[in-house]
């Protein structure tokens, strides 16, 4: 898209996820915890540094043990940690996630990753990125959603494209007249918007709505390009006044764990983006990745080439 220093500047929670090793079972039910690095931004910055792309995280996280295991684990891939902040006042995050192989349950407690200020995202680091993303996880807090807000505004007056995973649940945002103001605000910066059917269930209180229905209020909202995650069903995309695109999902022999396969999936689609892909093939490599990551628990796999793996055909 252009030639500027930072391809995707990631703005939200990082944290740890706790997932469960019991298979199947909600987190009543589970005995046992795995740590994994978390939080949406902070999986789709991971992912695609990892995929080569020059990645920058503004996050918050406790000056403790965890924090430290976050910024470890980002230091791996390369990724710029300049914005992440370290404050004393507050532990870091942690998510409790069973191990699921649909929508996973889960438990948040949430601490450091609210604490996201102005100051952390300068209008030079805004001038330097081409895609500013964010979540509805991030905005459910002040003052992280004022901050955010602010900043994505400005950046789309810098010319910066905009992002947004639209992962609303009311465990995290239970002001739903809040929600739907910010999301709207957000929205109408025009960015590309990645949502799932389990996203709308929650969002709009399980009113049954058509996916042209979810596409046309977005589109209203002043949004050009909405993605629709169907979950097994694979995927519809839509651009204003054009046909929607529908794909089925790839084929897996088993799914290991779910946790991070949205954040997966949009890490391919924004990566094939920045690559000047067509939209089919945005589509076609963000498949392949949620794929990859359903078939292993936690984090992407370390011992294959990711990007060799996301172009096949």
Not at 179 to 189: G, R, T
Not at 246 to 270: E, Q, Y
Request: aromatic share 8%; charged share 25%.
């Amino acid at each position: 898209m252009t030639n500027k220093e930072i391809d995707i500047l990631c703005v939200g929670e990082a944290l740890v996820d706790f997932i469960g090793h019991q298979e199947g079972v909600l987190t009543n039910n589970t005995r046992d915890y795995h740590r994994y690095l978390g939080g949406s931004p902070t999986n789709v910055a991971m992912n695609t540094a990892r995929l080569g792309l020059s990645t920058t995280l503004v996050a918050s996280i406790g000056d403790d043990g965890l924090g430290a295991y976050i910024l470890e684990r980002l230091h791996e891939v390369d990724i710029n940690v300049d914005y992440v902040k370290t404050v004393a006042t507050k532990p870091t995050s942690i998510i409790f996630v069973s191990r699921s192989l649909h929508t996973p349950d889960f438990i948040p407690y949430r601490n450091a990753d609210v604490l996201i200020t102005e100051d952390q995202i300068p209008t030079s680091l805004l001038e330097k990125s081409t895609i500013f993303h964010t979540t509805c996880f991030a905005l459910s807090k002040n003052p992280a959603q004022k901050t955010i807000i602010s900043k994505a505004k400005e950046a789309s007056e810098l010319g910066c494209k905009l992002s947004i995973d639209i992962n609303y649940s009311e465990k995290i945002w239970q002001d739903k007249e809040n929600a739907l103001q910010i999301i709207k605000e957000y929205c109408s910066y025009n960015p590309l918007v990645k949502i799932s059917e389990d996203d709308v269930s929650r969002l709009f209180d399980d009113v049954v709505l058509t996916h042209e229905e979810i596409f046309k209020f977005f589109h209203d909202l002043g949004v050009d390009l909405v993605c629709l995650t169907l979950g097994k069903d694979g995927v519809k995309l839509s651009q204003r006044n054009q046909k929607i695109i529908d794909m089925p999902a790839i084929k897996i022999n088993k799914v290991m764990d779910a946790t991070g396969a949205g954040d997966a999936f949009w890490s391919g689609f924004l990566f094939a983006y920045l690559k000047k892909n067509s939209i089919e093939d945005c589509l076609h490599i963000a498949l392949n990745l949620a794929a990859l990551k359903l078939q292993n628990v936690g984090r992407l796999p370390n011992n294959i080439n990711i990007l060799s793996e996301l172009l096949k055909k």
